[in-house]
C-alpha cells in the first residue's frame, strides 16, 4: 500500500507545482504567494513520494503533515479569497481585480479539495503504511 500512496504524493506534488504556475500565469506579479505555495508544496510533496517508494516511514509522516497544514492554510486562505470576492461584488469595481480574485479563489480552492483528498487518504491507510515501512 506504501508503493500507492507514495504515487498520491507524487501526483499531490505535481498538482501543487502546476498549480503556482498557472496562478502566475493568470494572475502575474500578484501569485507570489500562491508560486510560494505551490513551489514548497510540490517540491515536499515530489519527496514526500520518492522517499515513501523507498520504504521510509518519515516519507509518510512528511506527506500527511505536509496534506494537513496545506488544508489548514489553504482553507484559510480560499475563506478569506471567497470574502474579499463578495466584498467586490457588492462594489462597483473594475471587472479585470474581480476576475483576477476569482480566479485566485478558484485555484486556491482547487489546491485545498486536492489536499484534502490526499490527507484523508493518508489518515484512512496510514496504519497499514506505517506497518509496512521502516
Not at 507514495?6 to 498557472?22: E, K
Not at 496534506?67 to 467586490?88: C, D, E, K, P
Request: aromatic share 12%; with cysteine.
Amino acid at each position: 500500500m506504501h508503493k500507492n500512496i507514495s504515487y498520491l504524493y507524487a501526483f499531490f506534488g505535481f498538482f501543487m507545482l502546476a498549480c503556482g504556475v498557472v496562478a502566475v500565469d493568470l494572475a502575474g506579479e500578484q501569485a507570489n504567494t500562491a508560486l510560494i505555495t505551490g513551489a514548497a508544496g510540490g517540491l515536499i510533496g515530489l519527496t514526500a513520494g520518492h522517499f515513501l517508494n523507498r520504504g521510509k516511514r518519515w516519507g509518510f509522516i512528511l506527506g500527511a503533515t505536509e496534506a494537513g497544514l496545506l488544508t489548514l492554510i489553504l482553507g484559510w486562505r480560499s475563506a478569506t479569497y471567497f470574502l474579499s470576492l463578495l466584498g467586490m461584488m457588492q462594489q462597483p469595481q473594475n471587472t479585470l481585480s474581480t476576475e483576477t480574485a476569482g480566479m485566485a479563489f478558484l485555484l486556491t480552492t482547487a489546491m485545498l479539495v486536492i489536499a484534502f483528498l490526499t490527507l484523508a487518504v493518508s489518515v484512512m491507510f496510514g496504519k497499514q503504511v506505517l506497518r509496512e515501512t521502516k
